[in-house]
Nanobody
Framework: VQLQASGGGAVQAGGSLRLACTVSGGTFGTYAMAWLRQAPGKQREFVLSITKFDETTYWLDSVKGRFTITRDNAKNTVYLQMNRLEPEDTAVYYC??????????????WGQGTLVTVSS
């Protein structure tokens, strides 16, 4: 199973980005998917996850109302729509897959990360 994350880049505060993570070699529709991020000098943290039944969990209060996770099973892709970005959102963003489908782990498969830089 391979996860390919894309869509990162540099944006000014208040702007938007959409990240995508495409899964190949597995059964995407049965997986829970998550986005995590790791800021410089900090530990990796969960941002949002979505179960195989489209149930969403926000792991960070700071992104509520600004970030949204969605999935397209026909394209084997999960998205992270990020609006009203803040400099504190600067991080490498990773996608991960939980084959059990319930967003409770284990998160067995990981993408390579995509860098998001938000300038003030």
């Amino acid at each position: 199973v391979q996860l390919q994350a894309s869509g990162g880049g540099a944006v000014q505060a208040g702007g938007s980005l959409r990240l995508a993570c495409t899964v190949s070699g597995g059964t995407f529709g049965t997986y829970a998917m998550a986005w995590l991020r790791q800021a410089p000098g900090k530990q990796r943290e969960f941002v949002l996850s979505i179960t195989k039944f489209d149930e969403t969990t926000y792991w960070l209060d700071s992104v509520k109302g600004r970030f949204t996770i969605t999935r397209d099973n026909a394209k084997n892709t999960v998205y992270l729509q990020m609006n009203r970005l803040e400099p504190e959102d600067t991080a490498v963003y990773y996608c991960a897959a939980d084959p059990m489908g319930w967003s409770t782990g284990p998160w067995e498969y990981w993408g390579q990360g995509t860098l998001v830089t938000v300038s003030s």
